[in-house]
């Protein structure tokens, strides 16, 4: 399974949002800047995150997008979800042969375990010097 820039994307906004939580609406062009990305872009991505009700935006002068629940409350698979569609990595699973189906089956339970068990909460406050949630990784 592969996520797009709009995965990873949309993603960083949410962090940043979880980052600002309570503190009032964040412009999305101090993500962009902060972030070296396009606005035009981040505002194509934060409208299905409106839409879906995981973000809500503040007009005029002050204005911004804040979230519309704690970042404890909002899972990563939220996100990826709304922008991504359904986690899966192989489409057709149904029709695949029994062993392959079985394997097809573990790979898209395992990742949406770890999404959906990682909140907002965890990424905002994730520091390089400790691994999250205990995993290791190895090349």
């Known amino acids: 399974m592969k996520i797009s820039t709009k995965g990873r994307y949309g993603l960083t906004i949410m962090i940043e949002l979880a980052k600002h939580y ?8 101090q993500i962009a800047a902060d972030k070296n990305l396009s606005e035009a872009y981040l505002e194509q991505l934060v409208s299905p995150l409106r839409n879906s009700g995981l973000v809500k935006s ?9 979230l519309a629940h704690p970042p404890a409350d909002i899972s990563a698979a939220d996100v990826i979800r ?9 489409e057709g699973i149904e029709e695949e042969e029994s062993p392959q189906r079985e394997l097809w089956i573990r790979i898209r339970d395992a990742v949406k375990n770890v999404l959906d068990t990682t909140s907002l909460e965890d990424l905002a406050t994730h520091t390089d010097a400790e691994p999250l949630e205990g995993y290791m990784f190895y090349i």
Do not use: D
């Open 22 to 29: 309570g503190q009032g609406p964040l412009p999305l062009r």
């Open 58 to 66: 503040v007009r005029g002068a002050y204005g911004g997008y804040m």
């Open 82 to 90: 709304v922008l991504e569609g359904p986690i899966q990595p192989v």
